[in-house]
């Protein structure tokens, strides 16, 4: 679609063009808009097919030079984009308007009808509207280039936890995909008592324990090229586990006591006996207040084949009751 008209701030009154004879409305040029378009092409320079580098993988565009931005089809951004690519020739115009002609979005195609105008022979003003069509080429980004590659990486976050079960990454799994702390990683690689997290630039595996390996150097520019390893150890507690520590040993944090589920044991309630004077004035969660109580208790696979029972003081005794069975650990372990 294209056509060209001559914009006057004359009358309705008409004229002979100077060149074929035909009535028109008169202009400071005295001619048709016919002959001003075989005289003049404003479009002149201006390209009217270009090209769009799009990344498939993370549907970006490349905005020159090396920028990628996310656009949907027919949006400002994606337009912007267009009118950048022609730049150089619409800055010998007045650009008037710009819209997108509907194409189909699988032709990888994008069309962009602009409506332009220049000043031209004797102070004669030309309006024109052409289309641009540009093609839509695919090309990796350099960040998908990288994860695509899966061996580019310029740090590593190493996690473990000295355990035999798993709990503690499955929950980490969960609040990672929540967080979705993981849109920068490059790759991620399960190791035997931990998880290694690859990313393409240090500033995002920051906060951890670093070391760094030099990959390589250039004497004569003075540049270093290195590789950093950040390390978070987790301390080996979960829940369900119990660690004790005496007074003195609270004190100089030392020589901890440590029990895991493992180690739990079934014990029978065979009495239970509230200790008066005390109850929390908070609620837990399930929104009984906490007793301290004292309860003896013995282990299921004694009864029936021994009578030892076993004397300890809980926070539980608005919920436990003479006949219920509850895990423990028993004090050989701690």
Known sequence: MEYIEAVSSSGAQTSLCCQCGVLTTPNPSNMCVGC??????????IPKQSNLCFCKACERYLQPPSQWITCALESRELLAICLKKLKQGLSK????????????????????????????????????????????????????????????WNALVQVRQKTSHKKTFFYLEQLILKHNAHHNTVKVKQESDGVDFYYASRADAR??????????????????????TFSVEIVPVCR?????????????????????????TEFMVLQIEPVDGFAQTTRSSTTNLSRRADAWVARMQDLGVSDTQYHCRTHLGHLLKTGDTALGYEKAFI
């Not at 819209?99 to 009808?113: A, D, M, N, Y």
């Open 36 to 45: 001003l378009r075989s005289q003049v092409d404003i479009t002149e320079g």
């Open 93 to 152: 115009v007045r650009l008037v308007d710009a819209g997108f002609v509907w194409t189909e979005p699988h032709s990888k195609r994008i069309k962009v009808k602009l409506t332009i105008q220049k000043e031209v022979l004797n102070s004669t003003i030309l309006q024109q509207v052409f289309v641009v069509e540009f093609v839509v080429q695919n090309q990796m980004c350099e960040v998908c280039h990288r994860q695509a590659a899966q061996d580019y």
């Open 207 to 228: 906060k951890c324990k670093t070391s760094e390996k030099l990959i390589s150097h250039d004497i004569h520019s003075n540049t270093y090229n290195y590789k950093y």
């Open 240 to 264: 369900e586990e119990i660690v004790c520590l005496p007074l003195k040993v609270a004190r100089s944090l030392g020589n901890v006591s440590l029990c895991t589920y493992k180690q739990l």
